[in-house]
Nanobody
Framework: QVRLVESGGGSVQAGGSLRLSCFASGYTLDDYCMGWFRQTPGNEREGIAAIDGPGQTTYKDSVKERFTISKDNERNTVYLDMKMLKPDDTAIYFC????????????????????WGQGTQVTVSS
């Protein structure tokens, strides 16, 4: 059974940093693209970073140079390191598994997502 569990969210002041983790189980991490999404009330979920099977990455412009996605295949875990956080980064952050192995563009895996975590709240205060 595929399962994704996020952790690491919390409250931080603007300019601070956080590391989110997504533990994946039920499949081999290396076989799929993995992505991070975020959502604020009243808005659609937006993809912000993705990493494909071989480890190539793509980012949404609004988080480039501030966020870094990485993974540890041995630990079946995907990370999102966030620095220089802004109040606009406040959202629920979700990790997701793509339908295939490859990344797309603009922070997305190629194709849609096939599994989601439950989300973790990130709050950035000014």
């Amino acid at each position: 059974q595929v399962r994704l569990v996020e952790s690491g969210g919390g409250s931080v002041q603007a300019g601070g940093s956080l590391r989110l983790s997504c533990f994946a189980s039920g499949y081999t991490l290396d076989d799929y693209c993995m992505g991070w999404f975020r959502q604020t009330p009243g808005n659609e979920r937006e993809g912000i970073a993705a990493i494909d099977g071989p480890g190539q990455t793509t980012y949404k412009d609004s988080v480039k140079e501030r966020f870094t996605i990485s993974k540890d295949n041995e630990r079946n875990t995907v990370y999102l390191d966030m620095k220089m956080l802004k109040p606009d980064d406040t959202a629920i952050y979700f990790c997701a598994r793509g339908r295939g192995r490859w990344r797309g563009t603009g922070g997305l895996c190629y194709g849609d997502s096939s599994a989601w975590g439950q989300g973790t709240q990130v709050t950035v205060s000014s």
